[in-house]
Nanobody, 115 residues
Framework: VQLQASGGGLVQPGGSLRLSCSAS????????MAWYHQAPGKQRELIAS???????SYADSVKGRFTISRDNTKNTMFLQMNSLKSEDTGVYYC??????????WGQGTLVTVSS
């Protein structure tokens, strides 16, 4: 099972980005999914999670600005990021907990928030 993350890039403060993470190689159900953020020089931290069917949780730092969602038909998860701040800069990793398979990480996608 592999995860492919995409959607990162350079955005101005106050802007928006939508990250995607596609899973391939498994048809098993998903027990949970999440997005992590690793700011430069800091540890990776959990910022958003979704327990199917629709139970979501967010770190205080992104609450009200970020939204985690999924498209079951395409085995894809998303992170909609609005009102971006400079402190949102960093690498974003997707994470899946696949029933009967275990956990998988995406390769990370870089987001830079700068004017």
């Amino acid at each position: 099972v592999q995860l492919q993350a995409s959607g990162g890039g350079l955005v101005q403060p106050g802007g928006s980005l939508r990250l995607s993470c596609s899973a391939s190689g498994s048809r098993n159900s998903i027990d949970g999914m999440a997005w992590y953020h690793q700011a430069p020089g800091k540890q990776r931290e959990l910022i958003a999670s979704l327990i199917p069917p629709d139970s979501t949780s967010y770190a205080d730092s992104v609450k009200g600005r970020f939204t985690i969602s999924r498209d079951n038909t395409k085995n894809t998860m998303f992170l909609q990021m609005n009102s971006l701040k400079s402190e949102d800069t960093g690498v974003y990793y997707c994470y899946l907990n696949i029933h009967g398979v275990g956990t998988r990480w995406g390769q990370g996608t870089l987001v830079t928030v700068s004017s």
